[in-house]
C-alpha cells in the first residue's frame, strides 16, 4: 500500500518557470548559469525543469546526484561544488566535467586519474574573498595557478570565490572586484585565460539584480533562488518568482487539548537543547506523523496562518491549532511550505515520499 504522509509535494512547472526567469535575467547580464540541484538531491523532475529552463551546466556537492544526472541522459556539462575529496578523485573526472578546487595536492589527484582514464578534467579555483569556507588566499593564488596548470589531463578553466555561506558576507562591489583583480593578475604572471570567473551564488543575484555587479563576473551557480524562489539574503520573495514550488504534507495523529507549560521539572530535551515556551493557555495541540529525523522542523511555515510550529522530537511535530482556519481532527493532512534546510532535510529523507504534481 502506498505511504500517503508524509510526503513531499514537487511542483516542476512553478521551479521551470523560476529557473527560466534567472536564466534569462544572468543570460541577459553576459553570465552563464550553473543551476544547483542539490538541495533537491537530483531529483529528475527538477533536473529536467532545470534543463527545459535553459541551464547552461548542472551542479551538485555530491558525486553520487551528479551521477544519477549522468543516467537520466543529460547532455549538460556537470560541476562538482564541493571541495573533492583525493580520494574520490577517480570518480570524480570519470562524472563532473569540472570541479571547484582550493588544494593544489588534490588536483594532482585528479590530474592522475584522469591521466589513468584518458581523459580531461577542469578545475575552477577557490580564491577566499572574505568568508572563511573554501578558498586558497589571496597571496597564494598565483602559485596554486601557475602548478595546476602544468598538470596533465588538467584545465584551470578560471577562479572563483564563496560567499554568504559560512561568515555570512555579503557579495559586494568591493569583494567581487577583488577576484576580478586577483584574476587579472594572474593572467599577467601566468599567461593563461582564465575565462571563467565564477563570483556568485544565489547571493550574489541581488548586486547583478542593481547592475552594480563587475561584468568580468560571468559564472553563477545558482540553487535556492530557482528552488525557492527568494532572495538568500533576507528570503523576501525574489520579483516575479513562485514560492510555492514544494509543499510538505503531514498527517495528524493526535488532537488533544492541553496546557502551554510542561508540568514537572524539566531538564534538556532529546537532542540535549533547553526549550522556552510561552503560556498561551489551554490550547488544540495537533501530533503530526513527520520529525527531526526528516526536517527541520523550525524551518516549516503551515499554510494554514492559524497555526504555530511548537516544536518537534524525532518523530513528531508538535503544532498549536487552536486558531486553525481549517478544521483539525485525527486523519487530517496539514501543509507547510519547507524553508531552505527543511527542504534539503526532506528530498534527503527516505521516509518522505516525493510525489511530483504537474500543474497545467
Known amino acids: 500500500m502506498e505511504i500517503q504522509t508524509p510526503r513531499l509535494e514537487i511542483y ?23 543551476c544547483v540541484t542539490k538541495v533537491s538531491c537530483a531529483h529528475p523532475a527538477v533536473v529536467a525543469a532545470l534543463q527545459t529552463a535553459g541551464a547552461d551546466m548542472l551542479a551538485d556537492s555530491r558525486i553520487q546526484n551528479l551521477q544519477t544526472i549522468t543516467k537520466s541522459g543529460n547532455r549538460l556539462p556537470l560541476l562538482l561544488l564541493r571541495i573533492p575529496s583525493p580520494n574520490q578523485a577517480a570518480e570524480i573526472v570519470r562524472t563532473a566535467d569540472y570541479s571547484l578546487n582550493s588544494s593544489a595536492f588534490t588536483v594532482r589527484k585528479l590530474s592522475d586519474a584522469a591521466r589513468l582514464y584518458g581523459v580531461s578534467h577542469k578545475v575552477i579555483l577557490m580564491v577566499d574573498v572574505g568568508d572563511l569556507r573554501e578558498g586558497i588566499w589571496p597571496d597564494q593564488v598565483n602559485q596554486v595557478v601557475k602548478d595546476c596548470s602544468q598538470l596533465p589531463n588538467i584545465e584551470v578553466a578560471g ?22 583583480d586577483i584574476r587579472d593578475e594572474c593572467r599577467r604572471v ?13 547571493a550574489g543575484l541581488p548586486l547583478m539584480f542593481k547592475k552594480k555587479m563587475p561584468k568580468e ?14 532572495n538568500v539574503i533576507d528570503r523576501s520573495p525574489w520579483p516575479g518568482m513562485h ?7 503531514a498527517e495528524a495523529v493526535e488532537l488533544e487539548k492541553k496546557p502551554s507549560i510542561p508540568i514537572g521539572e524539566r531538564g534538556q530535551d532529546a537532542f540535549g537543547g533547553y526549550v522556552d515556551f510561552v503560556d498561551r493557555g489551554i490550547r488544540n495541540r495537533a501530533i503530526c506523523n513527520i520529525g527531526r529525523q526528516d526536517v527541520v522542523v523550525d524551518n516549516l511555515t503551515p499554510i494554514d496562518p492559524g497555526i504555530i510550529v511548537l516544536g518537534g522530537s524525532s518523530d513528531h511535530l508538535i503544532l498549536d491549532v487552536e486558531e ?26 527516505p521516509y518522505v515520499q516525493k510525489k511530483v504534481v504537474k500543474e497545467k
Open 159 to 180: 577562479l572563483g570565490t564563496n560567499l554568504a555561506c559560512y561568515g555570512g558576507v555579503i557579495p559586494s562591489q568591493e569583494n567581487m572586484q577583488m577576484l576580478v
Open 243 to 249: 514560492q510555492d514550488t514544494f509543499k510538505l504534507i
Open 217 to 230: 563576473i560571468n559564472h553563477y551557480r545558482i540553487g535556492e533562488t530557482i528552488l525557492l524562489g527568494r
Open 190 to 202: 601566468t599567461g593563461l585565460e582564465l575565462p571563467i570567473l565564477s563570483g556568485a551564488n544565489s
Open 12 to 34: 516542476p512547472n512553478k521551479i521551470e518557470d523560476n529557473a527560466r526567469n534567472i536564466v534569462n535575467q544572468v543570460h541577459d547580464f553576459g553570465g552563464q548559469l550553473a
Open 324 to 349: 486553525a482556519q481549517e478544521k483539525i481532527c485525527v486523519g487530517s493532512e496539514i501543509e507547510f511550505y519547507p524553508g531552505y534546510g527543511a527542504l534539503l532535510a526532506a528530498f534527503t529523507s
